[in-house]
């Protein structure tokens, strides 16, 4: 089997070509962060404009770098949500209208399985069950993963998502957007201890997490003093050790909890380093393992798409041709795969 897929749940569009035997044969991806750094945040008109230029190039090109014509595919897989709906219109339209043309199955995904199943295309993949820590800009959520397709909720973010506190703080340090990695980078100067902001949630039992409070720290550490260089770089430092503590303990307080020994991360901010380091140093202490997709298929891809696309494709699950596009769409509502 073979599937093409195609990503446009926010600000990449993407396209990529998987094979059940030969593997990832291609992965295109078009970033307009560029577009909508002007604007300090994604604006969903100009991502859905974007989307309709950028698509069917990126799929041309996946197709012709795989070498694949249409009568090798065996389906076509999308980003049916959650995300801007706009956007996933896009995508949605063009899978639909390629299956029609092709007369091949078409399968809508959800993003967020996407990112779960994206370590599986490591040469090193995690064994099941695990335990998923998804860290994106628009979610933060421990996940219980018996098998592909079962997926249960062990506890989320009651406020912002740990990229968005990311990228919030950053925006308060006056770090253009998309913030995340930039606070990382000056973070990397910041002098250990020289703040120490707010570990929400860590003190209560349960998996739940909460970063909203993190902005106002920042605010009145920003608004205290000038804000030199280096005093820019302490507060990104201290920002950075707040929410990789928080996720850390929390990802190891969820191993307990389950009893299982492999984390997968996953999500955009599963890039940060930090995070990496702490994971790695209290999964170890902690006698489990970390596994992550490499650094390009943490953030938003078409790769991981496919992935779950073809594993839906060949337990037979088939979308029709009415395009699915969600903007909200809990992970539990997902159906099962046979096993
Ligand atoms: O998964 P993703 O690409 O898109 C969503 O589906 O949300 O995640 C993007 C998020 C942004 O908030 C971005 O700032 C954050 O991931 N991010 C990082 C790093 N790289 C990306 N945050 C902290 N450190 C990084 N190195
Ligand atoms: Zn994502």
Redesign the pocket.
């Known amino acids: 089997m073979r599937v093409l897929a195609i990503e446009s ?2 600000d ?1 569009s993407a396209a990529a070509v998987l094979d059940a035997t030969a593997g990832l044969m291609s992965h295109e991806l078009y970033s307009q962060v560029e577009l909508h750094r002007t604007y300090g945040g994604v604006v969903p008109e100009l991502a859905s404009r974007d989307h309709v230029r950028r698509l069917l190039p990126l799929v041309k090109a996946a197709l012709a770098r795989s070498a694949t014509s249409p009568g090798d595919l065996s389906g076509i897989a999308y980003t049916a949500g959650p995300g801007l709906i706009g956007a996933l219109l896009t995508g949605a339209s063009l899978a639909a209208s390629l299956a029609y043309a092709w007369k091949i199955p078409v399968i809508g995904v959800h ?1 967020l399985e996407g ?1 779960l199943l994206a370590p599986l295309l490591e040469s090193d993949p995690p064994p099941f069950p695990h335990v998923a820590l998804l ?5 933060t959520q421990l996940i219980e993963v018996a098998a592909v397709g079962s997926y249960r909720l062990l506890g989320e973010t009651r406020d912002d ?4 506190a ?2 919030k703080t ?1 925006k308060l340090l006056g770090l253009p957007y ?4 930039q ?2 980078e000056i973070a990397r100067r910041g002098t250990p201890g020289a703040f120490h902001f707010p570990r929400p949630m860590l003190d209560r039992a349960g998996l739940e997490f909460s970063f909203s409070g993190l902005k106002t720290a920042v605010l009145h550490a920003v608004r205290a003093a000038e804000l030199t260089e280096q005093r820019r770089a302490d507060i990104a430092r201290a920002v ?1 050790e707040a929410i990789a503590g928080t996720l850390t303990a929390k990802a190891l307080r969820a191993l307990d909890y389950t009893g299982l020994t492999a984390l997968v991360v996953s ?3 599963g ?3 930090t ?1 990496r380091e702490q994971l790695a140093a209290a999964a170890r202490a902690h006698g489990a393992r970390v596994y992550y997709p490499r650094i390009e298929f ?3 891809n078409a790769a991981m798409i496919a992935v779950a696309g073809l594993a839906r494709l060949k337990a037979g699950q088939r979308g029709g041709l009415a395009i699915e596009a969600r903007a909200q769409w809990p992970l539990a509502a997902l159906p099962r795969l046979a096993a």
Do not use: W
């Open positions: 749940s926010c990449e993003h990112h860290v994106s800009g628009g979610h998502a740990a990229g968005e990311f990228d950053a998309p913030g995340g990695p606070l990382a950075e999500g955009g901010v890039a940060n380093r995070l943490c953030t938003d």
